[in-house]
């Protein structure tokens, strides 16, 4: 199933799946143009070996405004179809024929820096942490509907956008992949004590970074040995907070015990 091809004409395949996108299609055409305005246009590389998803794919992502400039369906062609092409995004199934998503996506980013998104039916732990030790920015639970896709587009360039900064203080993609998950620990520290949105907790480690004049991975480092040292003393303080309360309580009913020999 090899073709690149702009399917701009093509309807949407309407069924059970695909409700929001049908639903889509009664919305005026000058909606329609200011949703697409809204966006940038994307050229997509689609790597999927099962023709029906790919068809609702690309009406999926023409709908918010993207271009599909090739579709295949296993990771040889991928690989050739990633310089033919010169996509913006790339949107890869993970079981593939040949070679497998992951596999495939670091043979190109091993030469070519670009986001890819993987799509996968189960989303284990060791799939989740062997996509992010190659470079995959996202990944999504298929079956995959109209409204999660254009959020984890967006999340998705967010992060290689900042995979790119920290490419530009370090010297090579593996470098750059292990800091990029000390920043992304940093991140989730700063989400979740200052109630930060991702792109918000990422702009505090680079401002700390000038403000000190340290790289990225210095920033988050030093976040994470504060968390730790904080903790600590979280789990000392409580620690000696429930030691004198038991102390307590063994006083008082010492207190209260009558003494046998006063009877």
């Known amino acids: 199933m090899a073709e690149v091809a ?35 246009r994307l050229r997509i590389l689609l790597v999927e070996d099962k023709w029906r998803v790919a068809q609702r794919l690309k ?17 040889e062609q991928a690989v050739g179809f990633v310089w033919r092409l010169e996509p913006d995004l790339i949107i890869m199934q993970q079981h593939l024929p040949i070679i497998d998503g992951i ?17 996968t039916a189960y989303a ?10 190659v470079g995959v920015m996202a990944y999504l639970v298929t079956p995959v509907e109209t409204r999660p896709l254009g959020p984890s587009i967006k999340v998705a360039l967010a992060r290689f956008e900042e995979l790119e900064a920290i490419r530009r203080e370090v010297s090579n993609l593996k470098d750059a992949l292990k800091t990029r998950t000390l920043v992304e620990q940093a991140k989730r520290v700063l989400m979740r004590r200052q ?19 340290t790289s990225l991975g210095e920033s988050a480092a030093v ?29 008082r009913s010492t207190v209260r015990r009558p003494r046998r020999d006063a009877l």
Do not use: M, Y
């Not at 009406?59 to 990771?75: A, C, I, K, M, P």
């Not at 789990?235 to 063994?250: C, E, F, M, P, Y």
């Open 6 to 40: 702009d399917a701009a004409g093509q309807l949407p395949v309407c069924d059970d799946r695909v409700v929001i996108l049908c639903a889509d299609e009664k919305s005026s055409p000058r909606r329609a143009r200011e949703r697409r305005g809204a966006v940038k």
């Open 59 to 75: 009406v999926q992502l023409q709908r918010l405004g993207h271009e599909v400039v090739g579709s295949v369906n296993d990771g």
């Open 103 to 119: 596999e495939t996506a670091q043979t190109i980013l091993a030469h070519k820096p670009i986001p890819i998104i993987l799509l």
């Open 124 to 133: 284990a732990a060791d799939f989740v942490r062997q996509a992010r030790e």
């Open 195 to 213: 109630k930060l949105s991702e792109p918000e907790a990422f702009r505090n480690v680079q401002q700390q970074g000038r403000r000190t004049g």
């Open 223 to 251: 976040i994470l040995r504060t968390e730790e040292l904080l903790f600590k003393d979280v789990n000392v303080v409580q620690t000696l907070q429930s030691t004198l309360t038991a102390i307590h309580r063994g006083l």
